[in-house]
T-cell receptor, first 114, second 115 residues
């Protein structure tokens, strides 16, 4: 498998559920990103990891919890979400610091919070 | 701080017509600029990028963009639209070495191609 993959592609969850989104990159990159894409809004950068260390958190609510166990995998743990959190969540990767490097995106997870 | 403005959230053209999608940027240092395309239910795919080499950049699928520093613009063009070009297009800016790969995206332009 090549590129950036995300699972699941679609997720429906209640506000009291706990779920996780997974991202995996097969490009040998060292930086990974989570974005939120809502209708009629620009892409919002949520988190950035470089060499497994979180280097950016754009004031994301604590109900979103990222995890980066290694440079190839990135998770987004979700708990007690709100309906306004429904969106497309995109993962991306790039070679790392010292850019500007192209970011490569996964297909996204379409999240619906009921 | 860097920012991107895409003029026109929706652009509609006829098949075979010129495609022009506008992007203006703001950056405190020489920028690096990108155009991405997003097809329905997919992630973003890089069309082309400007990284301070030639000001006219050619990308995939017949698209090209010209960096104009005096106008702080990076408009995307294609001479002849195809039905398969219908998608959402995003312009993005990076402030180069100082920000690594951090990108700031515009709000996107939805391109419709009419038969």
């Amino acid at each position: 498998e090549t590129g950036v993959t995300q699972t699941p592609r679609h997720l429906v969850m209640g506000m009291t559920n706990k779920k996780s989104l997974k991202c995996e990159q097969h490009l040998g990159h060292n930086a990974m990103y989570w974005y939120k894409q809502s209708a009629k809004k620009p892409l919002e950068l949520m988190f950035v990891y470089n060499f497994k260390e979180q280097t950016e958190n754009n004031s994301v609510p604590s109900r979103f919890s990222p995890e980066c166990p290694n440079s190839s995998h990135l998770f987004l743990h979700l708990h007690t979400l709100q309906p306004e959190d429904s969106a497309l969540y995109l993962c991306a990767s790039s070679p790392g610091q010292g850019g500007p490097h192209t970011q490569y995106f996964g297909p996204g997870t379409r999240l619906t919070v009921l | 701080a860097q920012s991107v403005t895409q003029l026109g959230s929706h652009v509609s053209v006829s098949e075979g017509a010129l495609v022009l999608l506008r992007c203006n940027y703001s950056s405190s240092v020489p920028p690096y600029l990108f155009w991405y395309v997003q097809y329905p239910n997919q992630g973003l795919q890089l069309l082309l990028k400007y990284t301070s080499a030639a000001t006219l950049v050619k990308g995939i699928n017949g698209f090209e963009a010209e960096f104009k520093k005096s106008e702080t613009s990076f408009h995307l063009t294609k001479p002849s639209a195809h039905m398969s070009d219908a998608a959402e297009y995003f312009c993005a800016v990076s402030e180069g070495e100082t920000s690594g790969s951090r990108l700031t995206f515009g709000e996107g332009t939805q391109l419709t191609v009419n038969p």
